[in-house]
């Protein structure tokens, strides 16, 4: 967990705040985000949900769940 977490923090915290405004990003932390990115990521991978075969298959799939948790994050605000 954390070799996936440090390989990929970077780049997809930087995707959260690319989608973020900068008004919101006043009020919503991208790191924020990204936790909870995540967070639904592990779960689900401990649930057998995923089956990634190569990284670059576990990067589209942490790249969506993280626009996904931002888009709802900036719905819900």
């Known amino acids: 967990?954390?070799?996936i977490y440090e390989r990929y923090a970077q780049r997809l915290?930087?995707?959260a705040r690319g989608r973020l405004s900068l008004p919101l990003r006043?009020?919503?932390d991208p790191e924020d985000v990204l936790q909870s990115a995540y967070?639904?990521?592990?779960?689900r991978?401990?649930?057998g949900d995923f089956a990634?075969?190569?990284?670059?298959?576990?990067w589209k799939l942490l790249a969506a769940i993280?626009?996904?948790k931002t888009l709802s994050q900036v719905e819900h605000h």
Do not use: D, H, M, P
Not at 39 to 43: G, H, I, K
Not at 52 to 58: K, Q
């Open 45 to 47: 991978a401990a649930a």
């Open 1 to 3: 967990a954390r070799a």
């Open 13 to 15: 915290a930087a995707v």
């Open 39 to 43: 967070r639904s990521f592990f779960r």
């Open 66 to 68: 993280t626009v996904r």
């Open 26 to 28: 006043a009020r919503l």
């Open 52 to 58: 990634i075969e190569r990284s670059g298959e576990l």
